[in-house]
């Protein structure tokens, strides 16, 4: 029998929502506090009077003042985590602090659903395989006010914490330090996802987010040698304080098997029945979400998958020791990495089973909570809205589809009506090889309905394209969810989408108008282009100027005389610097705060780089922090970041060679600190060499005495969200130089124009949207454009392209072994992919422009520091248009069609 068919039957499912209940409540009618629904009359007639009457009694109270947190504390110190005052260390100190915030959290939160379902809106759902938290202590503090116990208005968490740590002996800096970053995510996607949850919080959106809890996150990064070295992200291995672990919620999910059909029915259409041959639970994990200044909590959902078996005893007692387990190490190798390897097949069956688990597992979720309305299934599109993060949850839209037709008996048209109008598709690439795609063998044989389910999505699909475009068979073919032209035929998952959405979003207004006109731009034909929009990535203020850069957001709050810092919900009032951006004395003190990050940052790399200390702490204000921090891939050209390196390393070698002094070659090339950081997919080996040459150029530079230390280099390992929340304050310049066209947004951008640090890069992305609110005058853009990108490619592949003459002396003293004396021919397969490989990624065509774009860079920072202090200053004064709350109003009018569930008065 089909476990799934759990979604109309489930007992034990259904016993825990987002509301809680006592035992003996109706399911349809049970509330503790709060709103009642309007068909019930009175709760006498729910919950006796003296059950809610002793229930009243002993409820749960938020702490609201230093007296009620240390006695939270004291308690969890010593009954949770049994402990006591003579053994309770910083780590202990940190678990008991969390847990004291979380449980005010999980009273927010506790209202807040009850709260959401009594109104019953139309509510969110935002899957995306990444969320990229960061740490939640800090965070929590941030975004949590307390209620004063005298019940007389509220006081900052943060402020409160700290004074009651320091009464306990323990000092906040410290227990903040003992939390791991959560390794949920590893980029740009995961940490979007994690600003949009907390902007949804923050706006009183009804949202959910569903992911997956993954054991060792992506990998934890090591450089031994030079190279990058994978170790398994132990950031579970004291537990979570933060999670809430649903033991109850085990949601079965099926894979392999075969269809069958009733009463010798052909039709893939009709309702048939999946026979599964392996079934694993997903088991839930909910981590509370606070809003900033709201008492407002929304849910994370992670799942876990776990055997139906852990143990099979007869295995066991007949000897077979290692089989015995041998279910359950299968199920949990599901959630146990993000992005399992996929350079062979098992890596990719593996990552196709992890996609379908975390899809069924949330709709499955998502379903049973629309169910309890018993509203009929026309109403669920007014009720579900759901947003596809990439094209990694896509499975959800064939999913949903086979539950309707299925498991409901609903008709084929009517489920896939309701299918369209739930789904909305967020796109982030213009790359066509980098959009996801599976054989559809490997896929037949693990989802053979889906399968199915897609031939006939297709099938429909196409036939209404014919109907419009007959006889262009072309158009068939290039629009056809299914690819025929590959040797193994392929399903096309980003087609999919857009087949099952009603919407289609791209992240930066350059990037929606690429896709509309080279990757989707058929389908543009077919739909037309109302159902294609742009929605720009944003960040969150909280997290990013608050957290990060709590120095920086108090000399703001002080300047435009905002002591609530209610500019961290209203960007808009940053504009208010531009008054002060010229005046000397606020720039001193703006000049202050990055002395003091960078100092911050210098301490960081000197702790976890065997002792290398990239600034003479004499020459802190005159050291140009050249950063770029990002997930290391060929499009975004951290390769030519190095040559840019190794050319100013070469010239000024040559100044002294050619008897300039030091001060000559300094006043040319003037102190500067080149930081890179991220981490590379551990299969693609170009990225990989990359980080290899960077080591290999800081190992040479950094030992130059002859220079004199006006040149550092350094590569932080294991880039994360923690250490980005120092680096980024410390940036004077940030390296955004992907090809033009290949970046769809990028937010690191946003997030260090934010901090104040100025940006060197090319026309794309949001780049372009940055330039437009900040001013040209203050941002650093060089390159070619997108629109020359296909003729400069062309000329490579078919023409004789000669290189730039700075670029063709440092690939030649790259390739003379200089940087690898070991193995001189190292790196030939970077100076090959420039030289005699169609050089794809248009290095040498930017790199002259790039260098002279940083000789301006030294000159304004070295020359004209009061310029630089300006273009700072008036960068963050309007950068206000990239906080996600902009984009969550956006996504709610434009996309979801949703409303804020406020908090009572």
């Known amino acids: 029998m089909n476990p799934t ?120 759902y935002y899957l995306s395989l990444e969320f990229l938290m960061g740490r939640a202590l800090d965070n929590a503090l941030i975004n949590m006010d307390v209620e004063k116990s005298n019940g007389k208005g509220s006081e900052n968490s943060r402020g409160l914490v700290k004074d009651s740590l320091d009464q306990l002996g323990f000092r906040l800096e410290d227990v903040l330090q003992k939390e791991p970053d959560a390794a949920l995510g590893n980029g740009g996607l995961g940490r979007l996802a994690a600003c949009f949850v907390d902007s949804m919080a923050t706006q009183d959106i009804p949202a959910w987010g569903y992911g997956l809890r993954y054991e ?61 041959g392996e079934r694993v639970l997903a088991m839930a994990y909910d981590f509370p979400v606070p809003g900033y200044k709201t008492s407002t909590v929304n849910n ?48 990719k069956e593996l990552r196709l089973k ?227 951006s010229d005046d000397p004395v606020f720039q001193e003190k703006w000049d202050k705060v990055k002395a003091a990050n960078k100092l911050q940052l210098a301490d960081l790399i000197k702790a976890g780089n065997d002792g290398v200390d990239i600034i003479d702490r004499d020459h802190i204000k005159n050291t140009l922090f050249d950063i770029q921090v990002k997930r290391i891939h060929e499009y975004k050209r951290q390769q030519m970041n190095i040559f840019g390196v190794i050319y100013r390393y070469l010239a000024m070698k040559k100044m002294l060679k050619d008897g300039a002094s030091i001060e000559e070659v300094a006043k040319k090339y003037p102190r500067k600190a080149s930081i890179f950081g991220g981490k590379s997919a551990p299969g693609y080996y170009m990225a990989k060499l990359v980080i290899k040459l960077v080591n290999a150029v800081a190992e040479v530079v950094n030992n130059d005495k002859e220079i004199q230390d006006l040149l550092k280099v350094v590569f932080i390992a294991d880039y994360n969200v923690s250490k980005a929340e120092i680096i980024i304050p410390a940036s004077d310049l940030s390296e955004h130089i ?18 104040g640090g100025l940006i060197i890069g090319t026309v794309d992305g949001a780049n372009v949207e940055i330039t437009r609110e900040i001013g040209e005058d203050n941002i650093f853009l060089f390159g070619n454009l997108s629109e020359n990108v296909d003729e400069l490619r062309y000329n490579h592949r078919f023409q004789k392209v000669d290189l730039p003459t700075e670029l063709d002396i440092v690939l030649k003293y790259i390739e003379s072994g200089k940087f690898c004396t070991d193995n001189p021919n190292e790196f030939k397969p970077l100076t090959d992919s420039i030289k005699h490989h169609g050089d794809y ?65």
């Open 5 to 124: 068919n759990n979604l109309t039957t489930s007992t034990s499912n259904d016993m825990i929502t987002e509301e809680p209940r006592a035992p003996h409540v109706p399911r349809l009618t049970r509330r503790l506090t709060g709103f009642l629904p309007q068909e019930i009359k009175s709760i006498d007639t729910i919950i006796p009077l003296q059950s809610r009457k002793t229930w009243s009694k002993h409820q749960v109270k938020k702490f609201g003042d230093n007296d009620g947190f240390e006695q939270r504390f004291i308690g969890h110190v010593e009954t949770t985590l049994g402990r006591s005052l003579y053994n309770c260390d910083d780590l202990a100190a940190y678990e008991a602090t969390s847990l004291s915030v979380r449980d005010n959290l999980i009273i927010d939160w506790n209202s807040t659903q009850q709260r959401i379902t009594a109104r019953d809106p139309k509510r969110v």
């Open 216 to 276: 060792y996150g992506i990998f934890a990064q090591k450089i031994i040698d030079g190279y990058q070295v994978e170790t398994p992200d132990y950031w579970l291995k004291y537990g979570d304080p933060w999670e809430i672990e649903r033991t109850e919620i085990q949601v079965p999910v099926t894979f392999y098997g075969y269809v069958e059909r009733q009463n010798g029915d052909t039709t893939t259409l009709s309702p048939s029945e999946w026979i599964g």
């Open 300 to 347: 994370l959902r992670l799942w876990k998958a776990k055997p139906t078996t852990e143990f099979d005893f007869a295995k066991f007692n007949s000897g077979d020791y290692k089989n015995s387990v041998d279910q359950q190490q299968r199920a949990e190798s599901i959630t146990a990495v993000l992005y399992p390897n996929d350079n062979f097949n098992q890596g």
């Open 354 to 580: 992890q996609q379908y688990f975390w899809c069924a597992a949330s709709l499955h979720d998502i379903i049973r909570r629309f169910k309890k309305s018993q509203k009929p299934w026309s109403e669920f599109p007014d009720q579900v809205a759901i947003q596809l993060n990439d094209t990694h949850p896509t499975l959800a839209v064939v999913e949903l589809q086979r539950v309707l037709v299925d498991l409901e008996k609903l008709d084929w048209h009517k489920a896939w009506d309701i299918v369209t109008k739930t789904f909305a598709y967020t796109n982030h690439t213009v790359m066509q090889e980098a959009l996801e795609k599976w054989p559809v063998g490997l896929f037949g044989r693990l989802l053979p309905r889906h399968l199915e389910i897609i031939y006939d999505i297709n099938w429909f699909f196409l036939q209404s394209v014919e109907k419009k475009f007959p006889k262009d068979l072309g158009l068939l073919g290039r629009v056809s969810i299914i690819e025929e032209a590959s040797p193994e035929r392929q399903i096309r998952m980003a087609y999919l989408a857009i087949v099952g959405s009603h919407k289609v979003n791209g992240v930066a207004e350059l990037h929606s108008e690429l896709i509309k006109t080279t990757i989707f731009q058929d389908f543009v034909r077919v739909y037309g282009e109302k159902k294609f929009t742009n929605v720009t990535n944003g960040i969150t203020p909280r997290r990013w100027l608050k957290q990060a850069n709590p120095k920086l957001a108090g000399l703001i709050a002080e300047a435009i005389n905002d002591p609530e810092e209610t500019f961290l919900l209203d960007m808009s009032k940053l504009t208010a610097l531009t008054k002060v």
């Open 738 to 755: 992907s090809t033009a066209g290949t970046e769809a947004s990028g937010t690191s951008n946003m997030k260090f124009v934010m901090n």
């Open 841 to 905: 990624y248009l290095v040498s065509d930017d790199f002259e422009s790039y260098t002279a774009t940083q000789e301006l860079v030294d000159e304004v920072y070295h020359g004209q520091k009061q310029q630089w202090l300006k273009k700072s200053i008036e960068s963050v004064a309007n950068v206000g248009f990239f906080s996600s709350d902009r984009c969550i109003d956006e996504y709610s009018e434009t996309i979801w069609n949703v409303e804020p569930v406020k908090p009572e008065e």
